[in-house]
């Protein structure tokens, strides 16, 4: 089993940044897609950012496309999410979610289905 744990959420201002990471705390990752989802209070979980097996691709929800880079250092087993501008619409439970099997297409990198290993979620909280 792969058991995948966040960090890094906190409470920050408008305008200012933070910096999520993804490791395992059981197994370690994939060497396949990763991705991060959130899901805001009363709202359903949706796509944030993936990133491919190699690091060369990367995919973001149109919300947050210029403001979040991902990353993957796969020597080191980590995954982050650098998150730039925070605004209020982003506060959120963030996860990092891993798939076991290559993808290919670019719907699939952005489907939470396609992703087999959850963590639990940080919290990430932009209010002033």
């Known amino acids: 089993q792969v058991q995948l744990v966040e960090s890094g959420g906190g409470l920050v201002q408008p305008g200012t940044s933070l910096r999520l990471s993804c490791a395992a705390s059981?197994?370690?990752?994939?060497?396949?897609?990763l991705a991060w989802f959130r899901q805001a209070p009363g709202k359903d979980r949706v796509f944030v950012a993936s990133i491919s097996r190699g690091g060369g691709v990367t995919f973001f929800a149109e919300s947050v496309q210029g403001r979040f880079t991902i990353s993957r250092d796969n020597a080191k087993n980590t995954m982050g999410l650098q998150m730039n501008n925070l605004e209020p619409e982003d506060t959120a439970v963030y996860y990092c979610?891993?798939?076991?099997?290559?993808?290919?297409?670019?719907?699939?990198?952005?489907?939470?289905?396609?992703?087999?290993?959850w963590g639990q979620g940080t919290q990430v909280t932009v209010s002033s």
């Open positions: 979610a891993d798939s076991n099997q290559q993808l290919f297409r670019e719907s699939s990198y952005r489907t939470q289905w396609r992703y087999d290993y």
């Open positions: 059981e197994g370690s990752l994939t060497n396949y897609a």
